[in-house]
Structures are given as C-alpha cells and as structure tokens.
C-alpha cells in the first residue's frame, strides 16, 4: 500500500475527499491513480474500480505533452492551474480548469500528483478558447510571414505542409498541385517518403468535389471516399480536411490535413481554410519570383548570345550591363566597362549613329529608353566590312571611270581623226591609227571582262570544268606570250622534270597565271627578273610567281585578295587598275579546290604562290 493510500485512508481525510464538491485524483510516480473521488466518478463517467491502478483515459492524445510537460513543471513544488480538456467515458470532451500539485513524503521525496478538477463555467471556456485563438493567430501570422519570406517554390510548398501539421494537430498533411485533369502530390509531411509524386484524377476526387461545391474548404470521414489518392497508407484514417488555394484567381491546388487519432472541429478547418488561402499568395509569389528569373535567365542566354554589342544605361549614362559581344567589339572588358561611360559616343534616343573606334573599327550605335526606369538599351554592332565595301564602291567607280574614259578618248580621237582626215593621211598613218584603235578596243575588253568576271565572283555563280591537263604545257605558253610585253623584265620558267598533271580548269588556270604575270610586271616598274617555278608538293602541285618589284606593305597580304583593294604600295594613279585582278584569282583557285597566297621577298619584291591538286591516274 502507498503513502498516498494510507494517506486516503484516514477517516478524516478520506470523508473530505469523498464529500468533496470537486473531483479530485491523485497519481503515483508511475501515473497510475491512486485517489477517484465521487465527483471525479461524475465528471468523467468512470467508476472508481475501472481507474484505480491504472492510468486514467481522459488525457487527450494531442494534450498528452502539454499534461506531461504541467507534471514536470511542478515537480520541484508550487502549484499550476490551467484551462484545458479531457474525455468523458462517453468519448465527448470537457472543458475543465485544473490545479495540481505534487505530493511528498515525510521524507520530501516525491509520491505522485494530486489534481484537483472544476467545471469551467461558459465565461472562463470563452477565454480559454479567445487566448487559445490569440495564440493561433500569432502562429499563423509567424508562418505566413515566413512563407511569404521564401521564393523557392518546393520549399515553399513543404513548409506549408509542415506548417499544417503544427497549427491543426493533423497526423499528416500534404499538398496536390492541379494539372489539367489529374492531381500530383508534391510535398507530404507524416506520410511515406514514395508517396510523394504520386497522381490521381481530379474529377472523382475528393479536390474535384470541393471545385464543384464552389466551396473554399470540405470535410470528409468514411474510408469509402479515401480512394481517389493513397491515403489509407495512414493508419487509422478517418477525417480528411482540404482547403483550394487560388493562384491569380485560378484553382491551384490543395492543402491535405489527415486526422486519425482525434476528431476535427471548427477551429482546425478555420485554420485550414486560412493557411490554404495564406499558401496560395505564398505560392503565387514563387510562381511569379520563378517566372521572373526564368524570363531574367532567357533574355541573360540571348543578350548574351547576341553577335551584336549590348549595354544598359543607368539614368546617369554609366554601363550597368556589357555582354560578351561588346568586349569582342570595343575590346574593353566587363569589369572596366561596367559603372563607366560607354567608349563611344550615344545618339538621341531612338535615333542612330556610326562611330569609328581607335581600332579602325566602325560601329553603328542605336539607342532606346525604357521609360518606366530612365535607363537606356544600346545596341551596337561592326560595320566596318560594309563601310569599307561602301568607300571601295566609290574608289571602284572613280578608278572604272578613269580606266574607261582614257581608252575611249583614244578611240574617239582616231577615229574622229581617220573620218574627218582619211584623204589627208598616209597609209602608214592610217594603219597606225587602225592598230591604235584595236590595241585600246583589247583593253577595254580585259576590263569588261575583268568586271564581269568580279561580279559572277561576287554572286558566288563561277563556273570551273575539273579535269586533268597538262600544267607544264600552260605554264610555258603563258610565259612565252609576256616575254615579249616588256623589254625590261626577264621573265625565267622553271618546270620540274617529274611535274604531274592537275585537276582543274584549263582556262580558269590560265587566267590567274595571266593575272599573276601581268602583276608582277605591272608593280616591277623598274624592270627586273620574274622567276616562275612549278614543283610537285605532296598530292599538289605549286606555281609560284616572283618578282624584284615594290612588294606588299605589311597587313596588305589577305587585304589585296577582296574586291575593289589594291595594297598600299599599289598606287592606282602610278600603276591603274580597279583591285579585281586578284580577287578574281582567289575566287578561281577556290572553284578549282586550290588556294593563292601572297608573301614579301627579303630581298624585295613579292611572291605568290598557287596550289592546285594533282591528276588521279
């Protein structure tokens, strides 16, 4: 027998107890009841045998810490009076205030615990139930700002459910998104980890049902209407509470909180229906946040893509933003562009501007403003190619009209001559006007042709036939023809004995060979020796073409292969010409799946050098 029996046992004692208007119980160290009075028989329904020894049902499960942690408290002495609640037999729950205290010994040491239980009257319930909401409310203000606080969309979404869990005492909890016609778990919280990602259809469910009610919050008990999703993993199950939460107005999915161990009452679904509506801004912001950076990431990928220079302004005209094209473009890099002003000057806005860079480089710059922040969009990108086709069209026409106007003023000089003096010349003078005429008939055919030859090169519409043919043959008429052109050259041929065929076009050969000689006289002024050599080199055959004449400047090498250029040293008024010449060989070496370089001599002059495929036999 216990000290608290013994205790219990006193007449005096024991006729308190009994007579007593408020139920009283007392529990040993094990929580095991020792002391049921008659009013506790009435307040609780239980009979003193069906309790004594033995832990008293009454304890909610959800109240369970709360009631340890009163005993705890009170366990170094002191009393603690508290508003809560606690079963009937009849499973219904009352509201009850109740003082406890610790029972000792003569010793001090410890006993049990004596709990003395009054009805709580309507007024003090009211408190207790207005603090307990007091107490809710600050919790969910506390999770609501939390998850307005957090962008990330899956963290958002647990936290939502965790927070479920914690404000409605559910055993588990979980979050459907809505995807068409199906629903897809995607955060859980006291349910099986592979349960997440787990879908169902939308209209039979429990989610379809509260669409259609138009409702915001639904109720559900029976294990017969668990079946649309796999809940019944939760042993025990027997109420379901959903809440919709909106996003921009539109369904977006719903907040699961699960009950097996106690019943749902009002406040839990308040709560529901609150946290659902809370989560569906809390999830519309980390839709949006997401949306942001999604589109934020696409123009980053394409601004950063973009061949073209581009920089955004502050309102004060310093670079916020440089992309990689602009450092390609200007040559200054990010990290010195950004927070200074742009290295070129800027057009109104809406307006554009080319701008030559120290480089040599031409930009074109355009402007737009974004009105709602002052800050300006600047797109540049090179224009230099076009600038320099654009100033070698003009040099074209000034130098064709040139090239055209002396051998046409020649013509029409003799033959003005011949018709109205023909009786009053000689022969010999006539003759000599005749061959006049032809030989500057011939030059103005080399220049039509040349044209016609640089404006099909151009198009991309050369035509080559590829066949084997006899280079030594080409080679050794070519140079015998310009041999007798210039009393001042020596022009030297050099063929190697074992010299193969090639594959290539007969005519297109020998209209670079043609070009090539007629350069090397035409920039050898001073005459000299044009040596020409043809060797095989590997599974090609190279030509190459020198002379002791004035050579190429440095950087002129690839230059005097365009259109309409001519190298420094080329000075049109000193050596004529309209720069097609050799834009027209490259592009007829590459038809013939050949190649053409140039080089300078150290001892003077230049070399050129074609290489052609040798012939399969």
Same mark, same amino acid.
């Given at each position: 027998?216990?000290?608290?029996?013994?205790?219990?046992?006193?007449?005096?004692?024991?006729?308190?107890?009994?007579?007593?208007?408020?139920?009283?119980?007392?529990?040993?160290?094990?929580?095991?009841?020792?002391?049921?009075?008659?009013?506790?028989?009435?307040?609780?329904?239980?009979?003193?045998?069906?309790?004594?020894?033995?832990?008293?049902?009454?304890?909610?499960?959800?109240?369970?810490?709360?009631?340890?942690?009163?005993?705890?408290?009170?366990?170094?002495?002191?009393?603690?009076?508290?508003?809560?609640?606690?079963?009937?037999?009849?499973?219904?729950?009352?509201?009850?205030?109740?003082?406890?205290?610790?029972?000792?010994?003569?010793?001090?040491?410890?006993?049990?615990?004596?709990?003395?239980?009054?009805?709580?009257?309507?007024?003090?319930?009211?408190?207790?139930?207005?603090?307990?909401?007091?107490?809710?409310?600050?919790?969910?203000?506390?999770?609501?700002?939390?998850?307005?606080?957090? +962008?990330?969309?899956?963290?958002?979404?647990?936290? $939502?459910?965790?927070? *479920?869990? %914690? &404000?409605?005492?559910?055993? =588990? /909890?979980?979050?459907?998104?809505?995807?068409?016609?199906?629903?897809?778990?995607?955060?859980?919280?006291?349910?099986?980890?592979?349960?997440?990602?787990?879908?169902?259809?939308?209209?039979?469910?429990?989610?379809?049902?509260?669409?259609?009610?138009?409702?915001?919050?639904?109720?559900?008990?029976?294990?017969?209407?668990?079946?649309?999703?796999?809940?019944?993993?939760?042993?025990?199950?027997?109420?379901?509470?959903?809440?919709?939460?909106?996003?921009?107005?539109?369904?977006?999915?719903?907040?699961?909180? +699960?009950?097996?161990?106690?019943?749902?009452?009002? $406040?839990?679904?308040? *709560?529901? %229906? &609150?946290?659902?509506?809370? =989560? /569906?801004?809390?999830?519309?912001?980390?839709?949006?946040?997401?949306?942001?950076?999604?589109?934020?990431?696409?123009?980053?990928?394409?601004?950063?893509?973009?061949?073209?220079?581009?920089?955004?302004?502050?309102?004060?005209?310093?670079?916020?933003?440089?992309?990689?094209?602009?450092?390609?473009?200007?040559?200054?890099?990010?990290?010195?562009?950004?927070?200074?002003?742009?290295?070129?000057?800027?057009?109104?806005?809406?307006?554009?501007?080319?701008?030559?860079?120290?480089?040599?480089?031409?930009?074109?710059?355009?402007?737009?403003?974004?009105?709602?922040?002052?800050?300006?969009?600047?797109?540049?990108?090179?224009?230099?190619?076009?600038?320099?086709?654009?100033?070698?069209?003009?040099?074209?026409?000034?130098?064709?009209?040139?090239?055209?106007?002396?051998?046409?003023?020649?013509?029409?000089?003799?033959?003005?001559?011949?018709?109205?003096?023909?009786?009053?010349?000689?022969?010999?003078?006539?003759?000599?006007?005749?061959?006049?005429?032809?030989?500057?008939?011939?030059?103005?055919?080399?220049?039509?042709?040349?044209?016609?030859?640089?404006?099909?090169?151009?198009?991309?519409?050369?035509?080559?036939?590829?066949?084997?043919?006899?280079?030594?043959?080409?080679?050794?008429?070519?140079?015998?023809?310009?041999?007798?052109?210039?009393?001042?050259?020596?022009?030297?041929?050099?063929?190697?004995?074992?010299?193969?065929?090639?594959?290539?076009?007969?005519?297109?050969?020998?209209?670079?060979?043609?070009?090539?000689?007629?350069?090397?006289?035409?920039?050898?002024?001073?005459?000299?020796?044009?040596?020409?050599?043809?060797?095989?080199?590997?599974?090609?055959?190279?030509?190459?073409?020198?002379?002791?004449?004035?050579?190429?400047?440095?950087?002129?090498?690839?230059?005097?292969?365009?259109?309409?250029?001519?190298?420094?040293?080329?000075?049109?008024?000193?050596?004529?010409?309209?720069?097609?010449?050799?834009?027209?060989?490259?592009?007829?070496?590459?038809?013939?799946?050949?190649?053409?370089?140039?080089?300078?001599?150290?001892?003077?002059?230049?070399?050129?050098?074609?290489?052609?495929?040798?012939?399969?036999?």
């Amino acid at each position: 027998m216990t000290d608290v029996q013994q205790h219990a046992r006193d007449p005096i004692v024991r006729a308190v107890i009994e007579c007593a208007a408020d139920a009283i119980v007392a529990v040993d160290d094990r929580f095991a009841v020792t002391v049921w009075n008659p009013a506790a028989e009435r307040m609780f329904g239980f009979a003193a045998a069906e309790v004594l020894g033995r832990v008293a049902p009454i304890v909610p499960d959800e109240l369970q810490a709360e009631h340890n942690a009163v005993r705890e408290r009170i366990r170094e002495g002191g009393q603690i009076s508290k508003v809560t609640r606690r079963f009937h037999k009849d499973g219904r729950l009352i509201d009850v205030r109740i003082d406890t205290s610790a029972l000792r010994g003569a010793s001090g040491a410890l006993l049990g615990w004596v709990s003395v239980f009054h009805p709580v009257k309507e007024d003090e319930v009211a408190q207790h139930h207005m603090a307990e909401r007091a107490r809710l409310v600050r919790r969910l203000n506390d999770v609501v700002a939390d998850l307005n606080a957090e +962008l990330d969309l899956p963290t958002v979404l647990d936290r $939502i459910t965790g927070s *479920l869990i %914690e &404000l409605t005492g559910a055993d =588990a /909890g979980g979050f459907v998104r809505i995807e068409g016609d199906r629903l897809h778990l995607v955060s859980t919280h006291g349910l099986p980890d592979h349960m997440r990602g787990a879908t169902a259809e939308l209209r039979p469910s429990l989610v379809g049902e509260l669409l259609r009610s138009g409702k915001t919050v639904i109720l559900a008990t029976g294990e017969r209407r668990f079946g649309d999703l796999i809940w019944s993993e939760l042993p025990g199950l027997h109420s379901i509470a959903i809440g919709m939460s909106y996003v921009q107005a539109s369904p977006y999915g719903a907040l699961y909180a +699960l009950f097996s161990g106690r019943k749902v009452s009002h $406040i839990e679904l308040e *709560l529901l %229906e &609150l946290l659902a509506g809370h =989560a /569906g801004v809390a999830v519309s912001n980390a839709v949006s946040y997401s949306e942001v950076v999604r589109q934020r990431a696409h123009e980053r990928a394409v601004i950063d893509a973009s061949a073209d220079g581009i920089a955004v302004l502050d309102c004060s005209g310093l670079v916020q933003r440089w992309n990689p094209a602009a450092y390609v473009l200007t040559g200054v890099p990010s990290a010195t562009a950004i927070g200074a002003k742009p290295p070129f000057p800027l057009p109104e806005p809406g307006a554009s501007l080319d701008h030559r860079l120290e480089s040599g480089r031409w930009l074109s710059v355009l402007c737009a403003e974004i009105e709602e922040t002052d800050e300006l969009v600047i797109d540049f990108r090179d224009i230099t190619e076009s600038k320099e086709l654009e100033e070698a069209k003009d040099l074209f026409l000034a130098t064709t009209s040139h090239e055209l106007r002396t051998p046409i003023t020649v013509v029409q000089g003799f033959a003005s001559t011949l018709v109205n003096r023909w009786d009053k010349l000689s022969d010999a003078d006539r003759r000599s006007a005749v061959a006049t005429i032809a030989e500057r008939a011939r030059s103005l055919g080399r220049l039509v042709e040349n044209l016609l030859l640089g404006a099909r090169a151009g198009a991309g519409e050369l035509t080559v036939t590829i066949e084997p043919f006899d280079l030594a043959g080409l080679l050794d008429g070519a140079v015998t023809a310009f041999r007798s052109l210039s009393e001042r050259h020596t022009i030297e041929l050099t063929i190697a004995a074992d010299l193969p065929r090639v594959d290539g076009d007969v005519l297109a050969t020998d209209i670079i060979i043609g070009q090539l000689l007629e350069n090397a006289v035409k920039y050898s002024p001073d005459g000299g020796t044009v040596a020409v050599r043809a060797f095989p080199s590997g599974d090609s055959v190279v030509v190459t073409v020198s002379d002791e004449g004035v050579g190429i400047a440095p950087g002129d090498h690839e230059r005097i292969f365009e259109r309409f250029v001519q190298g420094e040293a080329g000075d049109r008024r000193r050596f004529g010409g309209i720069g097609l010449g050799l834009y027209i060989v490259k592009r007829l070496a590459a038809a013939q799946y050949g190649d053409i370089s140039a080089r300078s001599r150290q001892a003077g002059g230049t070399s050129m050098r074609l290489v052609l495929r040798q012939a399969d036999y």
